[in-house]
């Protein structure tokens, strides 16, 4: 690895670069069914771009915990402030961007008549503009569709000090981090079964949030592991990979229910790519792709609504789409996905971080006993 395990600092452009992959597995599971032409098969592999929000949570916890798990202990409740303030900076601000765009195009449609009520709900619109329409509040997706697991992250985001706190990962054996590992995500799928969920997809009102939650603790204990193996990643890394190989072998084989096989498949993935982040010849270190990262909370936020619009203004027939205007959208969509990024999302995440909310321990706490990644996706 490009890591330097003695001072704890690394790049991990691996996971950044994953990370807009994975943004863009979701664009194409939206559009799938639209695409004229598209062989059954392709359309089969993109309708699971859904569980590409499953390696975005497990990567949050990974990520958060490696950024503020020590300086929440050592903080206390007084750097709580300070990890709030990160993450609302993060999340929010081009959310109520994307959203107030929705609300424009709701007002516009009921002025002429072509509303759809469902769609547009604007007596839950309170609950998107504060990020909790998926805390059991509603009973369907609606506004901007992929903002759902913003808010599930938003829940998240509030019970992980507590985790921190309750929790010292680096203090736990390491036979007892991966049983921890499993039982959460044994409990994700006893729960989900439970509720007679076949897909991790099922009902996202009902499950997304505890999908989410479930899947975050499970990143973070993720992130132990990699502390502990980093400095010899080889045989963990080939090791990881072959569990990964073995739970996705199982669901494809239909032995193991998805809802088991892909958030175990994905934590041991997510290792495996963190261990050889850095590694000479890594294809995922490429510019394209890491900046692909970058941007990819803006792809993720912004494609849906923008193709609402796209068919409504060049589309007559929106399940039979011609190749050269599905182009055309996902040119659109990189394009848009890059001046939101620079225009809308930097600088508000920016200006909120400067505001004077951050406490003097939360601030302090930063430098404090432990070195911690240097540049790890999402949590600036």
């Given at each position: 690895?490009?890591?330097?395990a003695?001072t704890g600092?690394?790049?991990l452009?691996?996971?950044t670069s994953?990370?807009g ?6 664009v194409?599971y939206?559009?799938?069914?639209s695409i004229a ?8 592999m ?8 499953d390696f ?15 300086r929440?202990r050592?903080g206390?409740?007084?750097a709580?402030p300070a990890?709030l303030?990160?993450?609302?900076a993060r999340i929010?601000p ?8 929705a609300?424009?195009l709701?007002?516009l449609?009921?002025a002429t008549?072509r ?8 007596g839950?619109?309170p609950l998107h ?7 059991g ?5 609606a506004?901007?569709?992929?903002s759902w697991?913003i808010s599930a992250?938003?829940?998240?985001y ?5 985790l921190?706190?309750?929790?010292d990962?680096r203090?736990?054996p390491t036979?007892a ?5 499993a ?5 994700l799928?006893?729960?989900?079964a439970?509720?007679g969920?076949?897909t991790l997809g099922?009902?996202?009102a009902?499950?997304g949030l505890r999908r989410?939650v ?13 502390l502990?193996?980093?400095d010899r990643?080889?045989l ?5 990979s ?5 739970f ?5 084989s239909g032995?193991m229910p998805?809802?088991?096989?892909i958030p175990?498949a ?5 290792l495996a790519?963190?261990l050889?982040?850095?590694a000479?010849?890594n294809p995922?270190e ?5 900046y692909l990262?970058?941007?990819?909370y ?6 849906f609504m923008l ?6 203004a ?7 789409i011609?190749p050269v205007?599905?182009a ?6 990189l394009?848009c ?7 809308v999302?930097?600088?508000?995440q ?8 951050v406490?003097?321990a939360?601030?302090g ?6 070195a911690r990644?240097?540049?790890?996706p999402?949590?600036d």
């Amino acid at each position: 690895m490009r890591a330097a395990a003695s001072t704890g600092r690394a790049e991990l452009r691996a996971l950044t670069s994953v990370r807009g992959i994975a943004a863009w597995f979701v664009v194409l599971y939206h559009i799938r069914l639209s695409i004229a032409g598209l062989p059954a098969s392709w359309v089969a592999m993109f309708a699971k771009g859904y569980l590409a929000v499953d390696f975005f949570f497990l990567l949050s916890g990974f990520v958060i915990w490696l950024t503020w798990g020590a300086r929440l202990r050592e903080g206390g409740w007084r750097a709580v402030p300070a990890f709030l303030q990160k993450r609302v900076a993060r999340i929010w601000p081009l959310h109520l961007f994307v959203l107030a765009g929705a609300v424009a195009l709701a007002l516009l449609l009921a002025a002429t008549g072509r509303a759809n009520p469902a769609d547009y709900p604007f007596g839950e619109l309170p609950l998107h503009l504060f990020l909790l329409q998926n805390w059991g509040f509603t009973d369907r997706l609606a506004w901007n569709d992929p903002s759902w697991s913003i808010s599930a992250e938003l829940g998240a985001y509030l019970l992980f000090p507590l985790l921190a706190f309750a929790v010292d990962w680096r203090r736990v054996p390491t036979p007892a981090i991966l049983a921890a590992i499993a039982a959460l995500l044994i409990l994700l799928h006893a729960l989900m079964a439970n509720g007679g969920a076949l897909t991790l997809g099922h009902d996202i009102a009902r499950f997304g949030l505890r999908r989410c939650v479930l899947e975050f603790a499970s990143g973070t204990a993720v992130a132990a592991l990699w502390l502990r193996w980093r400095d010899r990643p080889i045989l963990p890394a080939w090791s990881s990979s072959a569990v990964a190989a073995l739970f996705l072998a199982g669901w494809a084989s239909g032995a193991m229910p998805e809802t088991l096989a892909i958030p175990a498949a994905f934590a041991a993935v997510l290792l495996a790519l963190a261990l050889t982040a850095g590694a000479r010849g890594n294809p995922l270190e490429i510019a394209p792709l890491h900046y692909l990262g970058e941007i990819s909370y803006a792809t993720y936020l912004g494609h849906f609504m923008l193709f609402v619009v796209f068919k409504m203004a060049l589309v007559d027939d929106a399940h039979a789409i011609p190749p050269v205007l599905i182009a055309l959208y996902l040119a659109m969509v990189l394009g848009c996905s890059v001046a939101l990024y620079h225009l809308v999302e930097r600088p508000a995440q920016q200006w909120i971080n400067r505001l004077p909310l951050v406490s003097s321990a939360g601030a302090g706490a930063r430098g404090a006993g432990h070195a911690r990644p240097a540049r790890l996706p999402g949590t600036d």
